[in-house]
C-alpha cells in the first residue's frame, strides 16, 4: 500500500518536508489487465494525499504471463524480447 510507504519512509526520514509512496499494479477490469500506480503523500503537519495514475492496458501476452504470477518487468521483456535494464538505458539517453 502506497500509504504505508510513505509512512515507512516517515519513519527513516523524520526530518523531511513530506514523505511520499508509490505502489505500481495492475488489476482486472472486464477481461483485461490495466497497469498503473497509486501514490500517497503525507504532509508534516499529518496530511494525506492519496492519487492514482493513467492507466495502460497490456498486451494479452503480457497480461497472460502476469496472471500466471511473472512479475511485470519480466513479463513485458518476455514478450517484447528487451531488458528492463535496455529500457531504462533508452530512457536515460533521451533525457540527456
Known amino acids: 500500500m502506497p500509504l504505508n510507504r510513505a509512512q515507512n519512509a516517515r519513519a527513516v526520514e523524520p526530518d523531511a518536508h513530506y ?3 508509490l505502489e505500481g499494479g495492475v488489476m482486472e477490469d472486464r477481461g483485461r489487465l490495466p497497469s498503473f500506480a497509486r501514490i500517497a503523500g503525507i504532509g508534516k503537519l499529518g496530511q ?3 492519487a492514482r495514475t493513467a ?4 498486451h494479452e501476452e503480457t497480461a497472460k504471463l502476469a496472471r500466471e504470477g511473472m512479475e511485470l518487468g519480466p513479463a513485458e521483456d518476455k514478450v517484447w524480447g528487451k531488458t528492463t ?3 531504462a ?3 536515460s539517453r533521451s533525457l540527456d
Not at 55 to 58: D, F, M
Open 55 to 58: 492507466a495502460y492496458y497490456l
Open 85 to 87: 535494464t535496455e529500457a
Open 19 to 21: 514523505w511520499i509512496g
Open 89 to 91: 538505458q533508452r530512457v
Open 48 to 50: 494525506h494525499k492519496r
